[in-house]
């Protein structure tokens, strides 16, 4: 398992990846107005060339950019896979100009061709806690794991070109696979090398959905420490008593 993360503008960064190395991208590119058409178009820009065949991008959107955003990413060469629905239910937001109270986020899934269904069934509404202990935009690592861990397969890797504080990079090394990161700010770059160099999580909930029903098991497996078979491919294998575990935690 290796794990790649630097400092450095992802398009700079993007073009030293070699044609088709990466199976998997997974990222939440910034939506402030000044910043956010440019970063779409570089991650649209290179995810084809990037992602293996049959490789999948997940992109965080918020919801007043679909219509631009969506466009883009079918112009890359990537066919569209799936939506998945990040709720919001602690934070509401309430886009004034829609007059629309926002609950979820978006997280497109695109596929470059040929189209193949992912390895295990996944949830299309996902539960989205707010975690903000390393980042002000910081995603919930479940929401990355709860993903992840179905559409990923021993040996494969993640890119995320907008790492932040790191959550992707973090939820790939749990599971065991190779991951790589650009971030372009130094300080935001510091607290994600920081948190990559933390213990790891315990990984026993995170495939709660946002029904609060667990699925096959998975969630109800403790930790194990990453190996080359991550712990979804282990379900089944395992002795469960949930009682003995222990909560989540994330401090740094
Ligand atoms: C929405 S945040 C990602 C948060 C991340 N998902 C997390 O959980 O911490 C977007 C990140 O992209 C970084 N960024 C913006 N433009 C960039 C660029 N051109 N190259 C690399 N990183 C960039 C920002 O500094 C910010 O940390």
């Known amino acids: 398992m290796t794990l790649h993360l630097e400092c450095l503008d992802c398009d700079a960064g993007m073009r030293t990846l070699p044609d ?13 107005k000044a910043q956010y058409l440019q970063a779409y178009t570089t991650l649209a820009n290179h995810a084809a060339r990037l992602l293996r065949p049959s490789g999948f991008l997940y992109v965080y959107c918020p919801q007043y950019r679909l219509d631009e ?38 997280i497109l899934i695109f596929q470059k061709p040929p189209m193949k269904k992912c390895p295990l069934p996944f949830t ?3 539960r989205g806690n707010k975690q903000k202990a390393y980042h002000i935009w910081q995603q919930d690592i479940n929401d990355v794991l709860g993903l992840l861990c179905r559409f990923a397969v021993p040996g494969e890797t993640v890119l995320d070109p907008f790492t932040g ?37 315990n990984l026993f ?3 709660i959905d946002a029904t609060g029903k667990s699925h096959e098991g998975i969630s109800s497996r ?10 979804h491919l282990r379900v089944g294998t395992d ?6 575990h222990r909560s989540r935690t994330e401090a740094p």
Request: proline letters at 9%; charged letters at 15%.
């Open 20 to 32: 088709e190395s990466i199976d998997h991208i997974f990222t939440d590119p910034p939506y402030i």
């Open 69 to 106: 955003i969506f466009p883009m990413l079918m112009a890359s060469g990537l066919r569209y896979y799936w939506i998945v629905s990040q709720l919001n239910l602690s934070e509401t937001g309430m886009v004034y100009v829609r007059n629309a109270i926002c609950l979820h986020k978006p």
């Open 124 to 126: 299309d509404v996902i």
């Open 165 to 201: 504080s790191g959550t992707t990079l973090l939820a790939a090394k749990l599971l065991g696979l190779n991951a790589i990161g650009f971030e372009s700010n130094p300080d935001t770059f510091q607290v994600a090398q920081q948190r990559l160099q933390q213990e790891p999580l």
């Open 205 to 207: 909930d995170y495939a």
């Open 222 to 231: 403790g930790y194990r420490p990453p190996s080359s078979t991550p712990p």
């Open 239 to 244: 002795e469960c008593d949930r009682s003995t």
